[in-house]
């Protein structure tokens, strides 16, 4: 029986780099689908969900965010991997604020999309042994990727998810931003670590308002921890 190869969707207005994108990821091993905006983009999700979703910013109809958006909220969960043309760090922390999963400024290697999107399916599509991690009132299942706080569901990303999981594995240690980059994102070039510290903020939002006391801790200078609480 032959492997299902993992389905990407290039969404992006420029048909010379669809084909450009379309070809290579074909070449790697994956079963490929394009469309020139954002409209169809959304129709092509519904009509077969895609594994991840590579996903220009600059689109004629509506952005790459609005896309996310509407998907995010029609609870399409799979990653979703910003174009950008902008090295903007606005534009960065607006795309992971909607739901996106990372992000490639333009100009681009191939070398490094493929890497990116090996990366983020690797920690998305992978099965594990683990069941279920406890760290003081926080619980996460990795048979169905859920999480509490007290009781309580955390809706998270999946690279949230992902990340949380390394900080539960790694309770009351101190974890840098290169260890947290290597683990989570799991690319061995030039990792961005802002995005360690935007991820770490919208997680800490997130379970703060679900637990008696902080529990993930910054240690200036040398990274995060995930503190078990004195009371839990």
Do not use: C
Not at 20 to 32: E, I, K, M, N, W
Not at 42 to 65: C, K, Q, T
Not at 192 to 221: H, W
Request: aromatic share 6%; charged share 30%; glycine share 6%.
């Amino acid at each position: 029986m032959t492997e299902e190869k993992p389905k990407i969707l290039v969404v992006d207005d420029e048909p010379h780099i669809r084909e450009l994108l379309s070809t290579s990821l074909r070449f790697a091993g994956y079963d490929v689908r394009a469309v020139g905006a954002g409209a169809p983009a959304i129709s092509a999700v519904l009509e077969d969900e895609p594994d991840l979703i590579l996903l220009d910013v600059m689109l004629p109809d509506m952005n790459g965010f609005s896309v996310t958006k509407r998907l995010r909220a029609s609870n399409f969960t799979s990653p979703i991997l910003f174009l950008t043309a902008k090295d903007d760090t606005e534009d960065k922390i607006t795309g992971l604020t909607v739901g996106g999963d990372d992000y490639v400024t333009k100009p681009f290697s191939l070398d490094e999309i493929i890497a990116r999107i090996k990366a983020i399916l690797r920690r998305t599509m992978a099965e594990t042994d683990d069941v279920a991690l406890q760290v003081g009132q926080l619980t996460l299942n990795q048979d169905t990727h859920e999480v509490e706080g007290a009781g309580d569901p955390i809706e998270l990303s999946p690279t949230e998810f992902k990340l949380l999981r390394y900080l539960m594995l790694n309770s009351n240690r101190v974890l840098s931003k290169a260890q947290i980059l290597d683990h989570v994102w799991e690319y061995d070039f030039n990792g961005d670590v802002g995005i360690v510290e935007s991820y770490i903020s919208y997680l800490r939002r997130k379970i703060d308002s679900k637990t008696q006391e902080p529990m993930i801790i910054t240690k200036r200078g040398f990274g995060y921890m995930l503190k078990t609480p004195k009371h839990s």
